[in-house]
């Protein structure tokens, strides 16, 4: 069974940092691409990154471009995202999710992620 | 890099059909048939429901189904259950290796 386990999510002050970690099992972690999608409260959803399945392609959306870095140990199968320069904008409940028939077809249960002022 | 655009309900008495759109442009669901939908109840993770615009992964009920026609994408539910009851949500590729998500519809079994 595929599970996908995030952490790293808090409480961070605007301009902070912050690392999210996933936690990936039951796949071959590194044959797949793998994406971060967030969700701010109450919100719809939003595609932030993914990367390919060893690390050499990254794409993000503009928002987080220069801010953000997604990276990825297939040794720990796990998936990782860096968050520098932290904006109201992004607090959300970020997912980490198996990328597949150009979908993202396994999710995590999310971790939050709140900015403060 | 806009996000596509859905009505945010939609509903249906138990039994009945439901059909959900996904409108974008001519860059995203009408360039590509990468267009996926995804059901999420609150509180928890997004479920794919439909890929490629009409492929069902395992597991999903023949209920759900997908289409495209020109830059609009749809979802019918067909046979709703109570369980169908939550926010649906399309996605699409939209070039430059960039993907795009509805606002999302509120699904009700009446």
């Known amino acids: 069974e595929v599970q996908l386990v995030e952490s790293g999510g808090g409480l961070v002050q605007r301009g902070g940092s912050l690392r999210l970690s996933c936690a990936a099992s039951?796949?071959?972690?590194?044959?797949?691409?793998m994406s971060w999608v967030r969700q701010a409260p109450g919100k719809g959803l939003e595609w932030v990154a993914n990367?390919?399945?060893?690390?050499?392609?990254?794409y993000y959306v503009d928002s987080v471009k220069g801010r953000f870095t997604i990276s990825r140990d297939n040794a720990k199968n796990s998936l990782y995202l860096q968050m520098n320069s932290l904006r109201g904008e992004d607090t959300a409940v970020y997912y980490c999710?198996?990328?597949?028939?150009?979908?993202?077809?396994?999710w995590g249960q999310g971790t939050l992620v709140t900015v403060s002022s | 890099q806009s996000a596509l655009t859905q009505p945010p309900s939609a509903s249906g008495s138990p039994g009945q059909s439901v059909t959900i759109s996904c409108t974008g442009t001519?860059?995203?669901?009408?360039?590509?048939?990468?267009v996926s939908w995804y059901q999420q109840h609150p509180g928890k993770a997004p479920k794919l429901m439909i890929h490629?615009?009409?492929q069902r992964p395992s597991g999903v009920p023949d209920r759900f189904s997908g289409s495209k026609s020109g830059n609009t994408a749809s979802l019918t539910v067909s046979g709703l259950q109570a369980e169908d009851e939550a926010d649906y949500y399309c996605?699409?590729?939209?070039?430059?290796?960039?993907?795009?998500f509805g606002g999302g519809t509120k699904l009700t079994v009446l």
């Open positions: 490629d615009v009409s």
């Open positions: 990367i390919n399945e060893d690390g050499t392609k990254k």
């Open positions: 039951g796949l071959t972690f590194s044959t797949y691409w």
């Open positions: 001519s860059s995203d669901v009408g360039g590509y048939n990468y």
């Open positions: 996605s699409s590729y939209s070039g430059t290796d960039n993907w795009v």
């Open positions: 999710a198996r990328d597949r028939y150009w979908a993202r077809d396994y």
